[in-house]
């Protein structure tokens, strides 16, 4: 079982990115999937979770409006879309798998600073 984050870079505030994440070794089209994300000294937190077939997505407070999970499950890859990036959003960003089992992936950096 793999999750591969990818995608995270510096990027100035207000700035864009997408992440992707692409699975393998389990039944991706079968799992909730969702975007974690941990910043120097707190806590792992949920950022956004979409179903398993994509009709259902959430999002937390802080995010909503600006970034947009999305998954292609032809692909076995799930997306984050992350626009109006602002600096409290530096943090290590995480794929999560979950229905009978979980799975996390080891994360990528996203910075956003001038």
């Known amino acids: 079982v793999q999750l591969v984050e990818s995608g995270g870079t510096l990027v100035q505030p207000g700035g864009s990115l997408r992440l992707s994440c692409v699975a393998s070794?389990?039944?991706?089209?079968?799992?909730?999937m969702s975007w974690y994300r941990q910043a120097p000294g707190k806590e792992r937190e949920l950022v956004a979770r979409?179903?398993?077939?994509?009709?259902?997505?959430n999002y937390a407070g802080s995010v909503k409006g600006r970034f947009t999970i999305s998954r292609d499950n032809a692909k076995n890859t799930v997306y984050l879309q992350m626009n109006s990036l602002k600096p409290e959003d530096t943090a290590v960003y995480y794929c999560?798998?979950?229905?009978?089992?979980?799975?996390w992936g080891r994360g990528t950096q996203v910075t956003v600073s001038s």
């Open positions: 999560n798998a979950v229905r009978t089992s979980l799975y």
């Open positions: 070794g389990f039944t991706f089209s079968s799992y909730v």
């Open positions: 979409i179903s398993s077939g994509g009709g259902t997505t």
